[in-house]
């Protein structure tokens, strides 16, 4: 198993992520985690023919998730699909490491005053039914509350809540005590 699929699974078991079976069983009876095993498995295929499986396998897995992240988005390693669902992701997105995400969570792209994609930072939580909308900045240890609808930029160490959004920073972390098995 490739090392960021490795460092993806141990975010959900920790180092009992190691072990045969548990890989197995993610494999087949956690959709989040096989969308995101064939999702790095297409970015990672270095020749055509595995380049084309891979995709193949992607997209149907897409499908049948309702899970929608192009092989071209760009995510940082530790990548945790918490709960799956239709989960939207625009190609264009960058996302750092230690990264969760629920289901209903539309990330993508506006025109308008901020124009363009977000940028994600590392260690953030977008919960379920959140919408990340434009050439917005999230900081790192950033935690997004259900249904909040964020189209500006969030600093480091804070949480968002609400339609429209409202910043509550803190002095610490707030995704620490959730994000467990974080990776390095």
């Known amino acids: 198993m490739n090392s960021i699929i490795q460092d993806d699974l141990f975010r959900y078991e920790g180092l009992r992520s190691k072990n045969l079976m548990v890989k197995i069983s993610y494999f087949f009876f956690t959709p989040g985690f ?72 539309l990330i993508g792209y506006s025109d308008g005053r901020n124009k363009g994609v977000p940028h994600i930072g590392d260690n953030v939580i977008i919960n379920a039914n959140a919408v990340v909308v434009g050439g917005v900045k999230i900081g790192n240890n950033v935690l997004v509350a259900p249904n909040a609808f964020v189209n500006f930029d969030v600093p480091d160490d804070s949480i968002v809540i609400g339609n429209p959004g409202r910043i509550i920073t803190r002095n610490s972390s707030p995704t620490a005590k959730y994000l467990v098995y974080t990776v390095e």
């Open 34 to 105: 096989r969308f995101t095993y064939y999702f790095r498995k297409a970015q990672l295929a270095n020749n055509s023919v595995s380049r084309l499986f891979w995709r193949i396998c992607h997209r149907s897995c897409m499908l049948n998730t309702g899970i929608q992240i192009p092989v071209c988005t760009r995510i940082g390693k530790g990548f945790r699909i918490s709960h799956w669902g239709t989960i939207v992701i625009n190609g264009e997105t960058v996302i750092g490491k230690n990264f969760n995400i629920a289901q209903g969570v």
